[in-house]
């Protein structure tokens, strides 16, 4: 376990708003106690200070209840999934500058890889074509897991259906390894499409207690 945040975190539970602190840092010990209040990184604006987000409504996936179309399995046979075995590629990924409203920078980068560094951070790759020696990155996605919470962050996808792989992926690798609570932030029209639902934002700060205090899901 990382040292403890210095910072005393803002409590979500009577904010007026979905930004409910500024500043702070990013060190380890600062966004493990962030996610376990319901708390997430962004900046305010472009090389801005940080924002701590903690949106109502909720965006979450029900782990159990998720149901992935034929189309989507049937896509999975065109690529290949791992986890872990390219975490900095994939946040890249997810960073690439020309992706619109993009906001995770250099900063966000490097603590993001300590953070994965330490276990707590994770990410599913998908690589394209199956069986190539060579293959590439086409997808991913990363998060942070506390528990039996997983804090999705970002996705991204080069090929056609990868990020929608990388998720299904994900949520097969959850159900097995003890995952009860899928936070995906905002419920964007896009998330929608995907399965994502709204929750309010007391109803999910009561489930994300119980999901932290779960044994450490495994992700293989």
């Not at 998720?66 to 890249?92: E, I, K, P, Y």
Request: include cysteine.
């Amino acid at each position: 376990m990382p040292p403890p945040t210095q910072w005393t975190l803002p409590d979500p539970h009577d904010a007026r708003s979905e930004l409910v602190g500024t500043g702070g840092d990013l060190e380890p010990g600062t966004l493990l106690a962030a996610y376990q209040h319901g708390l997430f990184p962004m900046r305010l604006e472009d090389r801005g200070p940080l924002g701590w987000w903690s949106p109502d409504p909720r965006g979450i996936i029900p782990i159990e209840a998720w149901r992935g179309a034929r189309s989507l399995r049937r896509a999975t046979r065109r690529f290949d999934v791992t986890v872990n075995t390219a975490f900095m590629q994939v946040v890249r990924g997810c960073a690439d500058p020309t992706r619109p409203h993009g906001w995770i920078d250099q900063e966000f980068l490097a603590a993001y890889g300590r953070l994965h560094a330490l276990g707590w951070a994770h990410s599913v790759e998908v690589w394209g074509p199956p069986g190539d020696e060579a293959p590439i990155l086409v997808g991913g996605l990363y998060g942070v897991a506390i528990g039996g919470l997983f804090a999705g962050e970002s996705m991204f996808h080069r090929a056609r259906d990868a990020s929608k792989v990388a998720l299904l992926a994900l949520i097969e690798r959850l159900r097995v390894g003890g995952g009860v609570l899928l936070d995906v932030q905002w419920c964007t029209p896009h998330l929608a499409t995907l399965g994502a639902v709204e929750v309010r934002r007391d109803s999910y700060l009561e489930m994300l207690r119980d999901a932290v205090h779960r044994p450490s899901l495994r992700l293989t």
